[in-house]
């Protein structure tokens, strides 16, 4: 498997699509925080992730996600993703993005590429552990996030 990006840019400037499910029962949300590296030997990504998301409640039943990214034509669709909740309407449609299998997960047609994630870990973060200013600039009232660690079993190029 061959991923080349800058890791420090790629999901902070670029964001990408968070998914998990299958194409006929899924959510999906922008995300921009996570991290790519090396844990147990295996290739990984970290994302984190708000219990307040409906996102959420896939990512805990599900075995496998999905993280996607996009050219820039869809930053729009994306902030869709980032700002609508799949609660309340069908973001998919309002974003203009069509929801296609990817492995054992949902991705979507309009991706450039896909990682194909199985959950390997999963630890609420500890707001005794993190600095003062960043839970007075991050957080407030909001709930913590959880944090996903997942294999990437496969990488979908279009
Ligand atoms: C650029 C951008 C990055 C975001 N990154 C994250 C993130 O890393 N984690 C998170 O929990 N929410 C993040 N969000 C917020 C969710 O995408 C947003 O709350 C979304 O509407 C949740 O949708 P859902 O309720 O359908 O899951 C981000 C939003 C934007 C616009």
Redesign the pocket.
Known sequence: MDFTVDIFSK?DKE?AL?AAGSPEDH????????GMGTLWGKPVVT????P?????G?MEREEYFTLSFYPEQYRKA??V????????CD?DAEAGLTAVKAGESIGYKEAEVTLVCRKLYHSDLEADKIPQEIIDYCYGSDPI?RMYIGEVVDIIRR
């Open positions: 999901l964001w968070l959510n999906a949300m922008t995300v921009s925080w996570g994302v984190y992730v708000r307040n998301r409906h996102t959420y896939y994306l902030s993703m980032g700002s609508k909740s799949g609660r309340d973001k996030h």
